[in-house]
């Protein structure tokens, strides 16, 4: 089989792209986005840490060799002085995040494994931790592991956010009953799944609150409750399982310790026409009482677990948990993907009957189906009313460029957030644009 190597080198005007990296990433880029191939991606500019100028090298390559994946991401900082910034390689743990992962198989096949920096983890349906990220930020990476075994009858999902420090550990077995009796091969009932889970969060600011209240907390109020765990069990029926298409039909309980508890029904389905079309699609109906929210660790987990203001005050997700009241909500996600380089994502979530709560999620990437173009364009909202009136909750960002020759690209990445405009009363009158811009130049070598 062909392989292919890519080689790029880019100039950019900025490396901010590194602080948008955790919101244009917070939908999954599942099985079907997917591809083998073997690319290097390196690239050089300018970062500044506390005011100090460096000039940043870097280097990721992302190489596949069957079942087994290895992805690096080395950065070099360099002062004006020469030296390299030494607070990069002082521990040596800083040595092992230069791993970003080595992985084996894919999720849902017998054997996956997978060790570094942690993308999209999820356990079971989702209910407790869906498309949970292991790393805030860049300079936050961490360390951490995905391990499954399916050994077709019974089998365990398992994850671990970080060998550095206490962190988020989680654990789902499953087994498959009726495969023990004579009705294994009965479509439908003869595949159904039972699991139990059990997910905490070790880390010393997993459960720190103050008194009743969302909004940022007083720090001298703070009481720390310790780790935080969720306990939960699920049933699944396997309504279609062929090699174009299938789909489960599950429902998820789970309990968070010391808060609420909530139910979930939904339906999940995964269709592939001949390798040309790809779909994907999930609905899920919920039903939460007080103090619970669905898929509590999730990909903004780590930047929301615990959230300092100055040295005065603080805000953290299970202060925001605390004072969640129950209520109906669903939610839904569509995935397109045609020949595999052209993909559409989008995502929504909302509680029933309370206007402005949704969060919506899009996403768009041509990949190489527009010869010679490059094209890619994101849309996150938060406490929606209109999907796209923008405003201060929403980001919107655009990645556009063309390729003069084969091997030369010449691309531009607009980043547009939007702020409140207030009159002298300080009423709200409007929104006003920031725009980033970012371009890029550098060339592809293939062969």
Not at 384 to 400: A, M, Q
Request: hydrophobic share 40%.
């Amino acid at each position: 089989m062909k392989s292919f190597c890519r080689v790029m080198v880019v100039v950019a005007a900025g490396m901010a792209l590194l602080a948008w990296e955790g919101a244009a990433q917070t939908t999954p880029r599942r099985t079907l986005m997917a591809k083998q191939q073997q690319t290097i991606t390196g690239g050089f500019g300018m970062t500044f840490i506390d005011g100090q100028p460096y000039y940043l090298f870097n280097l990721m390559p992302e190489l596949s060799f069957g079942k087994i994946g290895v992805g690096l991401d080395v950065n070099i900082r360099v002062g004006r002085d020469g030296k390299i910034r030494s607070e990069d390689f002082d521990e040596g743990y800083d040595y092992l995040r230069i791993i970003r992962y080595v992985r084996y198989g894919t999720k849902k096949e017998p054997i996956y494994a997978r060790v570094g920096t942690l993308d999209y983890a999820r356990l079971g349906h989702g209910s407790i931790m869906y498309n949970y990220r292991n790393s805030a930020s860049y300079d936050q990476r961490k360390f951490g592991m995905e391990f499954d075994l399916d050994f077709e009858k019974f089998g365990f999902e398992s994850v671990y956010s970080d060998f550095g420090a206490a962190g988020l550990f989680g654990l789902r077995a499953y087994a498959r009953p009726l495969k023990f009796t004579s009705l294994a091969n009965v479509p439908v009932l003869g595949g159904m799944e039972t699991g139990i889970t059990y997910a905490a969060d070790f880390h010393d600011n997993a459960d720190v609150t103050a008194p009743i209240g969302a909004a940022p907390r007083p720090l001298v109020l703070a009481q720390d409750g310790g780790s935080l765990g969720i306990f939960g069990f699920d049933i699944g029926f396997p309504l279609l399982s062929l090699p174009m298409i299938n789909s489960t039909l599950y429902t998820d309980y789970a309990s968070i310790s010391g808060y609420g508890n909530g139910l979930a029904v939904g339906l999940d389905l995964y269709f592939s026409g001949l390798g040309v079309v790809g779909l994907g699609a999930k609905y899920e109906r919920r039903w939460m009482g007080d103090q619970y929210i669905p898929s509590y660790f999730d990909a903004l987990y780590e930047r929301e677990r615990y959230v300092p203001f100055d040295t005065t005050a603080f805000m953290s997700k299970a202060q925001l948990l605390k004072s969640v009241t129950g209520g109906e909500g669903y939610y839904g996600e569509v995935l397109i993907s045609i020949l595999g380089t052209f993909n559409i994502v989008g995502g929504y979530q909302s509680p029933v009957g309370i206007k402005n709560a949704g969060i919506v999620h899009v996403e768009f990437d041509a990949g190489d189906a527009i010869p010679g173009i490059i094209l890619a364009a994101g849309y996150d909202k938060k406490n929606v009313g209109k999907v796209f009136k923008v405003d201060n909750n929403s980001l919107f960002y655009v990645d556009f460029g063309y390729k003069p020759l084969p091997f030369i690209f010449v691309a531009t990445t607009y980043i547009w957030t939007f702020t409140e405009e207030k009159n002298e009363a300080g009423m709200v009158v409007g929104y006003k644009s920031q725009k980033r811009i970012e371009p890029k130049v550098g060339f592809v070598i293939s062969f």
